[in-house]
């Protein structure tokens, strides 16, 4: 059933809700205020509207930072969207918030992604719902001082245009800026973070390394380089190099991995994207710092090469390489 109601965390102005009776969800083809489409629970639901803004607007990054590549191509009942459980909301409360510079910076880069043209205005008014999400902010003044500390470091330029409303430009400072922290687009390389187990290698060759292949992204697990000097440096030189990372979290009787919460934490730092995986009896088991995001649960290869090439396509896209044969 589809109707039109406030957003089931912000409130405000009706957006498109679809609610699953059975399965106990909504999910929200698009809400601006909060980063875009999502599911939520009706336990997380009743959660979320009890929260301060401050933890909302964390969570709207939680949502953000999940969002599928492009959510157009995708039907409404995709998986793809971030699902937001109850535990997603609570786990929330342990996570800072974003600093200043990285507020300022996803402001930016919204700005940026919405200049049709370089040297396009953006209306402040007209998107003002976005970047509150975008840069985590809970109110007016926290994006106006965002837009003032782009415009003193000479990456924005802002000009009135009406009594109420003010056009910004991103700078060549600006998109030098946004060059210096984005991704390798066209990089063909997916790190593969994991436990080197021999357990574990079945769901390498049958599942993981065939999904990236099949997207079109070349696999890289650092065990198998064949030219591995000092093995910390080649991580972090092969994690700068890549699209993204596949982190698996399952474990062996040792316990958790720690190297590999290393190298998803770095390239999160690096604001590469990270896609997250566990096998399916072993989730109660991960840090609660990672808990919070959409792990893929797997149980047999087969099925977790399906899962995960979908997830792949879904969040960064098709890869330059050729995977006709997937």
């Keep these: 059933m589809t109707t039109q109601e406030p957003c089931p965390i912000w409130g405000g102005h009706p ?13 929200v083809r698009a809400s601006s205020r909060a980063g875009g489409g999502y599911s939520i629970t009706n336990q997380a639901e009743r959660v979320a509207r ?64 919405n200049s049709e043209t370089i040297g396009k205005q953006v209306s402040i008014q007209q998107n003002f719902q ?8 809970t109110s007016e003044n ?10 003193q470091n000479g990456w924005l330029q802002l000009n009135q245009f009406t009594d109420m409303d003010y056009l910004a430009t991103v700078t060549v400072s600006g998109y030098s800026r946004i060059a210096e922290r984005k991704t390798n687009l066209d990089s063909s390389q997916a790190f593969v973070a994991m436990w080197f187990g021999e357990s574990m290698d079945e769901i390498f060759n049958k599942g993981i390394r065939p999904a990236i292949e099949d997207a ?50 770095f390239a999160t730092g690096l604001e590469i994207p990270v896609i997250y995986s566990c096998r399916e009896d072993m989730v109660d088991s991960i840090h ?20 995960l090439r979908n997830r792949i396509l879904a969040r960064i896209g098709d890869g330059p390489l050729d995977h006709s044969a997937g």
């Design 15 to 27: 957006v498109e809700v679809y609610t699953d009776i059975r399965r106990r969800l909504k999910f």
């Design 50 to 113: 009890n929260i301060d803004d401050r933890q909302k607007s964390k969570l709207t990054t939680w949502i953000l930072d999940n969002q599928p590549r492009s959510p157009d191509e995708y039907p409404a009942s995709s998986c793809d969207y971030p699902i937001v459980y109850k535990s997603t909301v609570d786990l929330i409360f342990n996570h800072p918030s974003l600093n200043v510079h990285e507020r300022a910076d996803r402001l930016l880069q919204f700005i940026a992604l």
């Design 130 to 137: 976005e970047m509150l999400a975008w840069s985590e902010s």
């Design 142 to 151: 926290e994006v106006l001082f965002c837009l003032d500390y782009l415009q």
């Design 216 to 265: 079109g992204y070349r696999p890289l697990r650092i065990d198998q380089k064949p030219d591995v000097n000092k093995i910390d440096d080649e991580i972090i030189a092969e994690t700068r190099r890549s699209r993204f990372v596949v982190a698996d979290f399952t474990h062996g009787k040792d316990g958790a991995r720690g190297g590999v919460y290393y190298e998803a934490g």
């Design 288 to 307: 609660f710092d990672t808990r919070q995001y959409a792990h893929i649960l797997w149980r047999d290869p087969e099925q977790f090469r399906i899962d």
